[in-house]
């Protein structure tokens, strides 16, 4: 979209009932200035609060900063309190529809009005949905989930783009490796990190990101040659790298090779 174009909350709505909403891998969960929910030892848990509410918000704004692609949306919670979700729209250079990554949710209390650091008060709806309406958002999400049958790369290119420095330059490096060794090869965001796969197969590889390394993960339904460092079996044969190690390309596209060949994981 560009700067002049406007985003409402039925457009969020439909990006997510379309399968290209995800989390960035270091999204921010918190409760904003200080403020708690009512019952705090709920927490903020991205899959029960962030996709509902996604799909129930009462008001999207561009967000305060020089990023064009940055929104911020409020919506109520079903326990009374009002959500904050910062959103970032990911156009992938295909030009396919653009992917919805969340990178905070705030949770405040407010019955009426709440006071936000970046747009002032924000008058809230009377209508508060009920759990079992909230609750029916996420059967929703999950029913696009399953019927989902597209290629997902826009959306792991996304998750890619939001890693910081040399966690991203690994990523991408990976993801190369992976398309350039499996012609035929799939991809998503599941269980809020990429998998690539073989459609009717299976996945055979994945990748994370943590605060000091990289890990990527072939999920096989077989030992590979020679064995990678780490991981608990063979669908969780893992490679761990920080930031001063080297990347051995010629030894993770075997690996890649002989995962795709077995692959450890149903759709």
């Known amino acids: 979209m560009s700067a002049s174009e406007s985003l409402t909350p039925q457009q969020i709505c439909e990006i997510v009932t379309a399968n290209r909403a995800i989390r960035a891998p270091y999204y921010r969960r918190d409760h904003d200035d200080g403020v708690q929910f009512t019952d705090p030892e709920k927490g903020l848990q991205w899959g029960a609060d962030v996709i509902p509410a996604l799909q ?98 826009a959306a792991v290119a996304a998750y890619i783009a939001a890693l910081p420095g ?21 991809s998503a965001v599941r269980y809020h990190q990429p998998f690539y796969g073989i459609e009717d197969d299976g996945w055979f590889a994945s990748f994370s990101a943590f605060s000091k390394h990289v890990k990527l993960t072939f999920v096989s339904g077989s030992y590979l040659d020679p064995e990678p460092p780490g991981g608990t079996g063979p669908d969780r044969q893992a490679l761990d790298l920080k930031e001063t190690d080297a990347l051995d390309e010629e030894l993770v596209a075997s690996w890649v090779r002989q995962a795709a060949d077995d692959p450890g994981m149903n759709w």
Do not use: C, M
Not at 58 to 68: G, L, Y
Not at 83 to 106: E, K, N, P
Not at 166 to 186: G, L, Q, S, Y
């Open 56 to 153: 129930g918000l009462f008001r999207v704004e561009r967000a305060a900063r020089d990023d064009s692609d940055g929104w911020v949306g409020f919506a109520r919670h079903w326990r009374g309190q009002t959500l904050r979700l910062d959103v970032d729209l990911h156009s992938a250079s295909d030009g396919s529809d653009s992917i919805a990554v969340v990178t905070a949710i705030y949770g405040r209390e407010g019955e009426h009005s709440i006071a936000d650091a970046d747009f002032g008060e924000i008058e809230l709806p009377d209508q508060v949905p009920t759990r079992e309406e909230w609750e029916e958002r996420q059967k929703r999400y999950r029913a696009a989930r399953r019927k989902d049958d597209t290629d997902g790369s």
């Open 166 to 186: 040399w966690k991203r330059e690994i990523a991408t490096r990976f993801d190369e490796i992976v398309r350039r060794e499996v012609a035929n090869v799939r």
